[in-house]
Protein backbone atom coordinates (compact mmCIF):
# COMPACT_ATOMS: atom_id res chain seq x y z
CA UNK A 1 0.00 0.00 0.00
CA UNK A 2 1.38 3.44 -0.83
CA UNK A 3 2.03 5.92 1.59
CA UNK A 4 -0.98 8.20 0.07
CA UNK A 5 -3.41 5.39 0.69
CA UNK A 6 -1.81 4.70 4.69
CA UNK A 7 -2.71 8.45 5.07
CA UNK A 8 -6.28 8.04 3.87
CA UNK A 9 -7.05 5.47 5.97
CA UNK A 10 -5.16 7.24 9.31
CA UNK A 11 -7.86 9.24 8.88
CA UNK A 12 -10.90 6.97 9.32
CA UNK A 13 -11.73 7.38 13.04
CA UNK A 14 -12.16 11.42 12.71
CA UNK A 15 -14.26 11.19 9.26
CA UNK A 16 -16.13 9.04 11.61
CA UNK A 17 -16.73 10.97 14.21
CA UNK A 18 -17.43 13.67 12.22
CA UNK A 19 -20.18 12.00 10.36
CA UNK A 20 -21.94 9.97 13.37
CA UNK A 21 -22.05 14.17 14.81
CA UNK A 22 -23.57 15.50 11.35
CA UNK A 23 -26.25 12.80 10.14
CA UNK A 24 -26.79 10.99 14.25
CA UNK A 25 -27.17 8.19 13.06
CA UNK A 26 -24.57 5.11 12.50
CA UNK A 27 -25.65 3.21 9.62
CA UNK A 28 -25.96 6.86 7.61
CA UNK A 29 -22.54 8.00 8.79
CA UNK A 30 -20.99 4.65 7.97
CA UNK A 31 -22.05 5.19 4.35
CA UNK A 32 -21.13 8.77 4.34
CA UNK A 33 -17.64 8.27 5.59
CA UNK A 34 -17.28 4.98 2.68
CA UNK A 35 -18.48 7.24 0.19
CA UNK A 36 -16.38 9.42 0.90
CA UNK A 37 -13.16 7.43 1.04
CA UNK A 38 -14.60 5.86 -2.52
CA UNK A 39 -14.34 9.47 -3.73
CA UNK A 40 -10.85 10.59 -2.56
CA UNK A 41 -9.83 7.39 -4.08
CA UNK A 42 -10.85 7.93 -7.70
CA UNK A 43 -9.52 11.46 -7.17
CA UNK A 44 -6.07 10.25 -5.08
CA UNK A 45 -4.56 12.31 -7.80
CA UNK A 46 -6.59 15.71 -6.56
CA UNK A 47 -4.48 15.51 -3.43
CA UNK A 48 -1.04 17.30 -2.93
CA UNK A 49 0.92 13.62 -1.22
CA UNK A 50 3.31 16.13 0.87
CA UNK A 51 0.08 17.57 2.89
CA UNK A 52 -1.82 15.54 5.23
CA UNK A 53 -5.16 14.55 3.58
CA UNK A 54 -7.25 15.72 6.44
CA UNK A 55 -8.38 19.12 4.85
CA UNK A 56 -9.44 17.31 1.86
CA UNK A 57 -11.22 14.04 3.01
CA UNK A 58 -13.34 16.29 5.25
CA UNK A 59 -14.11 18.79 2.19
CA UNK A 60 -14.85 15.66 0.35
CA UNK A 61 -16.96 14.21 3.37
CA UNK A 62 -18.67 17.83 3.77
CA UNK A 63 -19.70 18.43 0.18
CA UNK A 64 -21.35 14.92 0.04
CA UNK A 65 -23.31 15.74 3.35
CA UNK A 66 -24.34 19.07 1.67
CA UNK A 67 -25.91 17.24 -1.08
CA UNK A 68 -27.46 14.21 0.72
CA UNK A 69 -29.01 17.17 2.43
CA UNK A 70 -30.52 18.54 -0.61
CA UNK A 71 -31.89 15.51 -2.28
CA UNK A 72 -33.63 14.32 1.19
CA UNK A 73 -35.07 17.92 1.10
CA UNK A 74 -36.24 17.68 -2.28
CA UNK A 75 -37.88 14.31 -1.61
CA UNK A 76 -39.07 15.53 1.37
CA UNK A 77 -37.80 12.52 3.24
CA UNK A 78 -36.54 13.49 7.02
CA UNK A 79 -32.85 13.79 6.85
CA UNK A 80 -31.64 13.92 10.74
CA UNK A 81 -32.70 10.68 12.54
CA UNK A 82 -32.93 10.90 16.59
CA UNK A 83 -29.83 9.93 17.98
CA UNK A 84 -29.49 6.90 20.77
CA UNK A 85 -27.44 7.79 23.79
CA UNK A 86 -25.15 5.23 23.04
CA UNK A 87 -24.43 6.45 19.00
CA UNK A 88 -23.04 9.69 19.70
CA UNK A 89 -19.21 9.50 18.96
CA UNK A 90 -18.26 13.01 19.90
CA UNK A 91 -17.14 12.07 23.67
CA UNK A 92 -15.70 8.52 24.62
CA UNK A 93 -18.59 5.98 25.49
CA UNK A 94 -18.08 6.04 28.97
CA UNK A 95 -18.47 9.75 29.30
CA UNK A 96 -22.52 9.07 28.51
CA UNK A 97 -23.13 7.37 31.81
CA UNK A 98 -22.88 10.96 32.78
CA UNK A 99 -25.64 13.03 32.96
CA UNK A 100 -24.42 16.04 31.61
CA UNK A 101 -22.59 14.50 28.73
CA UNK A 102 -25.47 12.91 27.24
CA UNK A 103 -27.20 16.77 28.04
CA UNK A 104 -24.59 18.24 26.13
CA UNK A 105 -24.52 15.31 22.85
CA UNK A 106 -28.31 16.27 22.86
CA UNK A 107 -27.88 19.79 22.64
CA UNK A 108 -25.23 19.74 20.14
CA UNK A 109 -28.35 17.46 18.36
CA UNK A 110 -30.65 19.91 18.43
CA UNK A 111 -29.40 23.04 17.06
CA UNK A 112 -28.88 23.43 13.00
CA UNK A 113 -26.35 21.28 11.16
CA UNK A 114 -24.62 24.17 9.76
CA UNK A 115 -23.84 25.61 13.21
CA UNK A 116 -23.10 22.10 14.41
CA UNK A 117 -20.45 20.73 11.44
CA UNK A 118 -18.65 24.68 12.39
CA UNK A 119 -18.64 23.68 16.26
CA UNK A 120 -17.76 20.61 15.76
CA UNK A 121 -14.70 21.31 12.82
CA UNK A 122 -13.10 23.76 15.37
CA UNK A 123 -14.28 22.74 18.66
CA UNK A 124 -13.76 19.05 18.37
CA UNK A 125 -11.73 18.19 15.12
CA UNK A 126 -9.41 21.30 15.84
CA UNK A 127 -9.24 22.66 12.70
CA UNK A 128 -8.66 26.29 13.07
CA UNK A 129 -10.95 29.05 11.80
CA UNK A 130 -9.35 28.98 8.32
CA UNK A 131 -9.36 25.54 7.51
CA UNK A 132 -12.60 25.28 8.33
CA UNK A 133 -13.63 27.89 6.52
CA UNK A 134 -12.31 26.56 3.70
CA UNK A 135 -13.94 22.94 4.28
CA UNK A 136 -16.94 24.44 4.59
CA UNK A 137 -16.90 26.47 1.44
CA UNK A 138 -17.97 29.67 3.60
CA UNK A 139 -15.95 33.04 4.39
CA UNK A 140 -14.08 33.12 7.41
CA UNK A 141 -16.86 35.62 9.10
CA UNK A 142 -19.48 33.18 8.17
CA UNK A 143 -18.04 30.67 10.26
CA UNK A 144 -17.21 33.05 13.09
CA UNK A 145 -21.28 33.75 12.91
CA UNK A 146 -22.26 30.00 12.89
CA UNK A 147 -19.84 29.04 16.00
CA UNK A 148 -21.12 32.19 17.64
CA UNK A 149 -24.57 31.27 17.20
CA UNK A 150 -23.65 27.81 17.60
CA UNK A 151 -22.40 28.67 21.77
CA UNK A 152 -25.22 30.82 22.28
CA UNK A 153 -27.64 28.20 20.57
CA UNK A 154 -25.83 25.37 23.39
CA UNK A 155 -26.03 27.54 25.95
CA UNK A 156 -29.71 28.23 26.17
CA UNK A 157 -30.28 24.23 25.34
CA UNK A 158 -27.66 23.24 28.46
CA UNK A 159 -29.29 26.05 30.52
CA UNK A 160 -32.91 24.59 29.57
CA UNK A 161 -31.96 20.87 30.62
CA UNK A 162 -30.16 22.30 33.62
CA UNK A 163 -33.32 23.33 34.65
CA UNK A 164 -35.44 20.29 33.94
CA UNK A 165 -33.39 18.42 35.66
CA UNK A 166 -33.24 20.62 38.72
CA UNK A 167 -37.44 21.08 38.96
CA UNK A 168 -37.32 16.66 38.25
CA UNK A 169 -34.84 16.67 41.21
CA UNK A 170 -37.10 19.15 43.41
CA UNK A 171 -40.51 17.34 42.81
CA UNK A 172 -39.23 13.92 43.60
Excluded at 5 to 10: F, T, V, Y
Excluded at 151 to 167: G, K, P, W
Amino acid sequence: MDDRKAAILAEIPRLRRYARALLRDRDAADDLVQDSLERALVRLDNWQSGESPRKWLFTIMHHLFIDQMRKAGRRGEAAMLPLEAGEAVAVPAEQLDNVASREIVDALQAISPDRRAALVMVGIEGFSYAEAAGILGVPAGTLMSRIARGREDLRALLEDATRRRTIRIVEK
